[in-house]
Nanobody, 129 residues
Framework: QVQLVESGGGSVQAGGSLRLSCAAS????????MGWFRQAPGKEREGVAA???????SYADSVKGRFTISRDNAKNTLYLQMNTLKPEDTAMYYC???????????????????????WGQGTQVTVSS
């Protein structure tokens, strides 16, 4: 059973930075695809960034150039460095993982939210103007 626990959320002013972490347990191999997703009140959950087991990242257009996803397979930990935060980044942020990949052998991009089946409980990020 895969378990994911997020941490690092908080309240910051616009232009600030936060680093989210996601500790994974319940599996021993590093082949899982992992990603960060977010959900603002009244909105659907959306993909933010995803990362392949080889470290290749993909990002939503709204965060490109501001957010960086990374993983430390030795520590079974996923990270999201968020810089130049905007009020519209305010949301509950979730870590997710899945072993399944596309027919091309790549992890699913973050906009394919339903392809990720293991989820953490979330960590709140609030950005004030």
């Amino acid at each position: 059973q895969v378990q994911l626990v997020e941490s690092g959320g908080g309240s910051v002013q616009a232009g600030g930075s936060l680093r989210l972490s996601c500790a994974a347990s319940g599996y021993t191999d590093s082949s899982y695809c992992m990603g960060w997703f977010r959900q603002a009140p009244g909105k659907e959950r959306e993909g933010v960034a995803a990362i392949d087991d080889d470290g290749s990242p993909s990002y939503a257009d709204s965060v490109k150039g501001r957010f960086t996803i990374s993983r430390d397979n030795a520590k079974n930990t996923l990270y999201l460095q968020m810089n130049t935060l905007k009020p519209e980044d305010t949301a509950m942020y979730y870590c997710a993982a899945d072993r399944e990949k596309s027919s091309g052998g790549d992890c699913y991009p973050p906009h394919l939210v339903d392809e990720y089946n293991y989820w953490g409980q979330g960590t709140q990020v609030t950005v004030s103007s």
